[in-house]
């Protein structure tokens, strides 16, 4: 077994004595969970007036999430409720890993303007579940040394990081459960495992709304519905803004849609609407993930205009007629309870 390397650490290129002692002192107790061989701590962190001035308000605690979406991919529940926790704490989000071929375990982390603290794992390819979570672990433990995180309440969207998090002693555990994950295409098997060992560990629990209060409300004692709400000021934009220009040629009336394209989508129901009115123009806007593009309906009046950034919304909104949430009857959206709705009805 080749002999193990300790991490480098490196803050914006220029370490720091007092914080890479820390960190060495701390890696030094998980040399024995070692795997990858070698692990490199990338701080691309960039700091700002804010980020200063939260320092001096995080007194009670930091905020640290464990999330499986990532923060830039659509704007939504979690980037709603941190951004706001930002405002006067430390908020740390922590995503899923990205495999690469790089030979080194490393962390990237970028400041969001919102003041969350956007941290990236980086791993070999390669690695078995028992490996990722070990190199996960150090790698994590590396970020709280070097960012001195240590008075904490750890906030999870996905009870999969409880595999590399709890050895974690944070002050309190929320479980924000804004979905019934298990149920997506693609779910680990052990996701239900690692739920309920999180229901155990958890001191509050909350919903994404009432159905899913009612799965969950006897698998914990503090469970909370927490049903997603409207962006009042943001989408009442719609109704003075011009609408956007890529969108100006598309014929009236127009039946629009934005959230993520995956199996929660009818494709069935939206080729079956182009079909039998060819004269209503479908606009659908969002990240088709978990599906393959080329199974989604097409013809002259659908019209698929991808992404777009959560604060170019409103103005595609604004050149709608009526607003559509073509989803699915099936197991993925049983229980869910989507905030597109809310947004769209908030403009009638």
């Given at each position: 077994?080749p002999?193990?390397?300790?991490p480098?650490?490196?803050?914006?290129?220029?370490?720091?004595?007092?914080?890479?002692?820390?960190?060495?002192?701390?890696?030094?107790?998980?040399?024995?969970?070692?795997?990858?061989?070698?692990?490199?701590?990338?701080?691309?962190?960039?700091?700002?007036e804010?980020?200063?001035k939260?320092?001096?308000?995080?007194?009670?605690?930091?905020i640290?999430?464990?999330?499986?979406l990532?923060?830039?991919?659509?704007?939504?529940?979690?980037?709603?409720?941190?951004?706001?926790?930002?405002?006067?704490?430390?908020?740390?989000?922590?995503?899923?890993?990205?495999?690469?071929?790089?030979?080194?375990?490393?962390?990237?982390?970028?400041?969001?303007?919102?003041?969350?603290?956007?941290?990236?794992?980086?791993?070999?390819?390669?690695?078995?579940?028992?490996?990722?979570?070990?190199?996960?672990?150090?790698?994590?433990?590396?970020?709280?040394?070097?960012?001195?995180?240590?008075?904490?309440?750890?906030?999870?969207?996905?009870?999969?990081?409880?595999?590399?998090?709890?050895?974690?002693?944070?002050?309190?555990?929320?479980?924000?459960?804004?979905?019934?994950?298990?149920?997506?295409?693609?779910?680990?098997?052990?996701?239900?495992?690692?739920?309920?060992?999180?229901?155990?560990?958890?001191?509050?629990?909350?919903?994404?709304?009432?159905s899913?209060?009612?799965?969950?409300?006897?698998?914990?004692?503090?469970?909370?519905?927490?049903?997603?709400?409207?962006?009042?000021?943001?989408?009442?934009?719609?109704?003075?803004?011009?609408?956007?220009?890529?969108?100006?040629?598309?014929?009236?009336?127009?039946?629009?849609?934005?959230?993520?394209?995956?199996?929660?989508?009818?494709?069935?129901?939206l080729?079956?609407?182009?079909?039998?009115?060819?004269?209503?123009?479908?606009?659908?806007?969002?990240?088709?993930?978990k599906?393959?593009?080329?199974?989604?309906?097409?013809?002259?009046?659908?019209?698929?205009?991808?992404?777009?950034?959560?604060?170019?919304?409103?103005?595609?909104?604004?050149?709608?007629?009526?607003?559509?949430?073509?989803f699915?009857?099936?197991?993925?959206?049983?229980?869910?309870?989507?905030?597109e709705?809310?947004?769209?009805?908030?403009?009638?």
């Open positions: 077994m002999p193990r390397k300790e480098e650490l490196q803050t914006n290129g220029a370490s720091q004595a007092s914080l890479a002692n820390q960190t060495e002192a701390k890696i030094s107790d998980l040399k024995n969970l070692q795997s990858s061989g070698a692990y490199s701590l990338k701080i691309s962190a960039k700091t700002n804010k980020s200063q939260n320092k001096t308000l995080n007194d009670a605690f930091d640290v999430c464990l999330s499986h990532r923060w830039n991919f659509v704007y939504q529940r979690p980037q709603h409720l941190l951004s706001r926790c930002a405002q006067g704490k430390r908020v740390y989000f922590i995503e899923e890993p990205i495999f690469s071929e790089e030979p080194l375990g490393r962390l990237d982390i970028s400041q969001d303007e919102s003041g969350v603290v956007v941290v990236v794992p980086h791993l070999p390819q390669g690695l078995n579940e028992e490996a990722k979570n070990a190199d996960l672990r150090i790698l994590i433990d590396s970020l709280f040394a070097e960012q001195n995180i240590s008075n904490y309440i750890c906030w999870y969207y996905t009870p999969m990081a409880l595999a590399f998090t709890s050895h974690l002693q944070s002050l309190a555990t929320i479980y924000d459960c804004m979905d019934e994950l298990s149920a997506f295409k693609g779910a680990s098997t052990a996701l239900k495992n690692y739920e309920a060992e999180l229901f155990n560990r958890a001191d509050l629990v909350f919903t994404g709304g009432q899913l209060y009612e799965s969950k409300v006897n698998q914990h004692p503090n469970v909370y519905a927490f049903p997603s709400s409207v962006d009042v000021p943001h989408f009442a934009q719609a109704r003075t803004l011009e609408e956007a220009a890529d969108q100006a040629h598309i014929p009236h009336p127009r039946l629009g849609f934005f959230g993520v394209i995956d199996e929660r989508m009818d494709i069935e129901l080729g079956g609407i182009a079909q039998a009115r060819p004269d209503w123009h479908l606009v659908v806007i969002g990240p088709v993930v599906i393959d593009p080329a199974t989604l309906p097409q013809g002259e009046n659908i019209h698929y205009l991808g992404g777009r950034d959560y604060k170019q919304l409103p103005a595609y909104l604004a050149g709608w007629d009526l607003a559509m949430m073509p699915a009857r099936n197991e993925a959206t049983r229980f869910i309870s989507p905030t709705l809310l947004h769209k009805y908030f403009l009638v």
